[in-house]
């Protein structure tokens, strides 16, 4: 089969690989349809992530048909549409058992912080994702779940992670009805995050980055007020001034390790690896929100600490809310969100790649080109 394979930071092509097998009673096959890139994939694609191996295909947002299934599997047969969520995870430990199915404790034995994730490196477990023709999908009964009829297909595969992940990040900031909602970054995370926002009860909603068409995307697609951190000495001076100088209630850091803003924290994280990511943008939340606010973080960091502003959320008696985005769990309310015109998620694609030019993909979404806000790959567009 053909699929994108990592041949290093920068590097990635598209080789014939061997076909995926059954390898437990509870794997399928799915033949891929539709794959994404995710901002988390520009932090592997960087050479940002531990123990991201050459070979290894990316891809943890995708959909297909299942192609083959094994003896013990009974939720889904050959020729189901199906939506398959980010996390691998298996349902049933102590934490799944409580919601908690990016925290699995049977999918990754190589770290017992994050649970597995398809194609992001062997610190996440070492599955190969579904940027390729083909995926093997673990646990086939538990994640996986057919795409409803109604459903469009790009709405589906955004279900998998960025729409679940923004969702969830609004969820996390405790919105209580007329808060004020500043979110930093604006790719799709950002985006969808502040959308989620007015669901939750929102009253003013404010997004931060320093892509001008982002921006503009922000306005238009989440209806929120925007602020272009390039043209402020101290961006969190103008939050304060933009919110009575209390701080927003609630903040959420849609950013992530390789933030902009400050030479010598980027340089630092992401060049000499020194801390587990730039601290910019988590920083700047700690610093807009308002004391006794809550902050919200879906931003990826690396497992090493950084220059977090601990002692400042402390003294403010902040709440730090955190961690993968469990997709499953937001499933009902995103399907009853999309069926009633709430959302629409593929509102933000901009770019439909055949997997064949997937680098040039990584290329233009890792330099911000051509507006590029949410590219989708097509493995069989020919
Ligand atoms: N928690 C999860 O489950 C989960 C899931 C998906 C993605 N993520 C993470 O979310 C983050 C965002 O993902 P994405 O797909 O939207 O990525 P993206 O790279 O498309 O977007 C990030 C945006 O942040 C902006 N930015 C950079 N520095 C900033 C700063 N200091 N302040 C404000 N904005 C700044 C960039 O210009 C960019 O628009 C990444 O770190 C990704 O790994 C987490
Ligand atoms: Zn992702
Ligand atoms: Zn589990």
Not at 179 to 198: N, Q
């Amino acid at each position: 089969m053909r699929a994108m394979v990592y041949r290093g930071p920068y590097k990635v092509r598209v080789e014939d690989k061997d076909m995926p097998t059954i390898e437990h009673p509870n794997d399928a096959i799915v033949r891929v349809t539709m794959a994404a890139i995710c901002g988390s994939d520009l932090h592997l694609y960087h050479g940002m992530m531990p123990d991201t191996r050459v070979g290894t295909t990316f891809g943890h947002e995708f959909i297909g048909v299942v192609e083959q299934v094994g003896p013990s599997v009974r939720n889904l047969k050959r020729g189901d549409r199906v939506m398959v969520p980010f996390n691998v995870y298996c349902g049933s430990c102590y934490f799944c058992a409580r919601g908690l199915y990016s925290n699995c404790h049977n999918v990754n034995p190589n770290a017992t912080a994050v649970g597995g994730i398809y194609g992001y490196s062997h610190t996440c477990g070492g599955y190969d994702g579904g940027q390729a023709e083909f995926v093997r999908v673990p646990f086939a009964d538990v994640g996986p779940a057919i795409i409803p009829d109604w459903m469009d297909d790009e709405d589906a595969l955004l279900c998998t992670d960025a729409l679940a992940t923004g969702y969830f990040g609004a969820q996390l900031a405790d919105i209580a009805e007329g808060d004020v909602v500043a979110v930093f970054g604006a790719g799709p995370i950002g985006l969808y995050a502040a959308k989620s926002a007015w669901l939750m009860g929102a009253g003013r909603v404010i997004v931060v980055d320093h892509l001008e068409n982002r921006l503009a995307k922000a306005r238009i697609f989440a209806h929120a007020e925007t602020r272009n951190f390039a043209e402020y000495d101290d961006i969190v001076v103008e939050m304060k001034k933009a919110t009575g100088w209390l701080g927003a209630d609630a903040v959420i850091d849609c950013v992530g390790a390789e933030a902009d803003g400050n030479f010598t924290q980027h340089v630092t994280a992401t060049k000499f690896k020194l801390q587990g990511g730039s601290p910019v943008a988590l920083n700047w939340a700690i610093d807009s929100v308002r004391k006794g606010g809550t902050v919200s973080v879906m931003g990826a960091y690396g497992p090493m600490f950084s220059a977090v502003k601990f002692g400042d959320a402390m003294n403010k008696g902040l709440t730090l809310r955190m961690n993968q985005c469990p997709v499953k769990r937001q499933w009902p309310r995103l399907f009853s969100h999309i069926q009633n015109g709430y959302l629409k998620p593929n509102d933000i694609v901009t770019h439909r790649i055949p997997l064949e030019h997937i680098a040039e993909g990584y290329h233009i979404f890792s330099s911000k080109l051509d507006n590029c806000i949410k590219p989708v790959v097509l493995p069989n567009a020919g």
